[in-house]
């Protein structure tokens, strides 16, 4: 029996995802502000200006209004910008049913709060509902999906029901679908991931070789499950899907807006003239923001990000920022890996409510 899903965003990776819906036989709507966008969907099948050259399932069906589009659905998917999520939220929820599965695949943390999306959500929602968030992330890119290239994400959540469920509603034979209990740690790694894409796109720009690059992905990686690790996820969801996988995908392809965007920045672009060009949102830019203010919160030292924050938002040049990163003090590598190494971390993350489904 087909669910009726309803797909809140309609940009590049929202219209990915409701192709692979409709393609599992389920009654897909897609939801956007633009009545021009949704009369495009709906006549022609396309979304030109997020996925040109690709045609959407005919089954899909576009809405501008949320009320309409969300009507009687049993799965709601926010696919919008991570500063756009509580407002949406706001507008859900007077009309959102406690029974709706609620699923977000925005990679990102809040501004002004640095909260993670998941967060976000539940302090918007009351009753169960909060029961049934499920995160969905993992190294995935919009153009490659529609293409119905091979793709493997992730999808996590505090109630393990939801997650299997999302699951099933979403694999097929070209979409895999893993479930992950950390709802933590798969929402910091999708969202630092573009952090570090920047900096790989940056040295780009300034003509840097595979050393830096490698160089940048593994401390990189090492910020990331630092902060992680801090507040509360396991060290081993980073060497996955939702870390690892997705650090790959963000800092070498083709498709990756924050690689690109750091590219233009490495050689000398301004920042908003790189924005204006783009024409899409650049998530790690805000996301640099937003976590540079949580690294001081939390006293966890994260030198990468520090260093593209003052290239981003203080006005320091990518070649000098990339000069203090390599003046820092001598370090122990060991140091830096002496809480994601401890044999106890592990056992002691699966003795709490962030461990193994307690209500699944």
């Known amino acids: 029996m087909a669910e009726k899903v309803a797909v809140i965003g309609a940009g590049s990776w929202g219209s990915a995802l409701a192709s692979v819906l409709a393609d599992n036989g389920q009654d897909v709507r897609l939801w956007t502000r633009r009545e021009d966008q949704a009369e495009e969907m709906n006549q022609h099948h396309t979304n030109e200006h997020y996925l040109p050259g690709f045609h959407l399932p005919g089954t899909v069906q576009a809405f501008t209004d949320l009320r309409t589009c969300t009507e009687d659905a049993g799965y709601i998917l926010l696919v919008v ?12 929820r007077s009309f959102l049913s406690e029974e709706a599965v609620l699923i977000h695949a925005s990679k990102g943390i809040e501004p002004g709060t640095s909260k993670r999306i ?6 918007e929602l009351t009753g169960t509902a909060a029961n049934h968030i499920v995160v969905l992330s993992g190294p995935s890119h919009a153009e490659e999906v529609c293409e119905k290239q091979p793709t493997t994400v992730t999808v996590s959540s ?11 509603l979403f694999m097929n034979n070209y979409f895999r679908v893993y479930t992950n209990q950390d709802i933590i740690g798969v929402e910091i790694g999708g969202a630092l991931k573009n952090i570090i894409a920047l900096g790989i796109g940056m040295t780009d720009g300034l003509g840097f070789g595979d050393n830096a690059k490698a160089a940048f992905m593994t401390r990189g990686l090492a910020e990331i499950s630092r902060l992680g690790v801090t507040l509360g996820a396991s060290p081993l969801t980073f060497n996955g899907l939702s870390g690892l996988g997705d650090l790959i995908v963000t800092c ?7 690689r690109r965007a750091g590219d233009k920045l490495g050689r000398g672009a301004h920042l908003d003239d790189v924005l204006e060009e783009m024409g899409m949102v650049v998530e790690g830019v805000r996301t640099t923001k937003a976590v540079h203010g949580l690294a001081q919160a939390q006293n966890v030292e994260m030198p990468i990000t520090e260093a593209l924050y003052d290239v981003l938002f203080e006005g320091t040049k990518p070649e000098e920022s990339v000069r203090q990163l ?20 592990q ?11 307690t209500n699944g």
């Open 252 to 258: 070498f392809s083709r498709h990756s807006r924050n």
């Open 158 to 168: 505090s109630h393990k029901p939801s997650a299997e469920k999302v699951q099933g």
């Open 326 to 345: 390599m003046a820092r003090e001598r370090k122990h590598e060991e140091e830096n890996m002496s809480l994601l190494l401890d044999p106890d971390f």
């Open 81 to 92: 910008p991570a500063k756009a999520v509580r407002e949406m939220m706001k507008d859900l």
């Open 118 to 123: 998941s967060e976000v959500m539940e302090e």
């Open 347 to 357: 056992r002691k993350w699966d003795d709490t409510s962030q461990g193994p489904w």
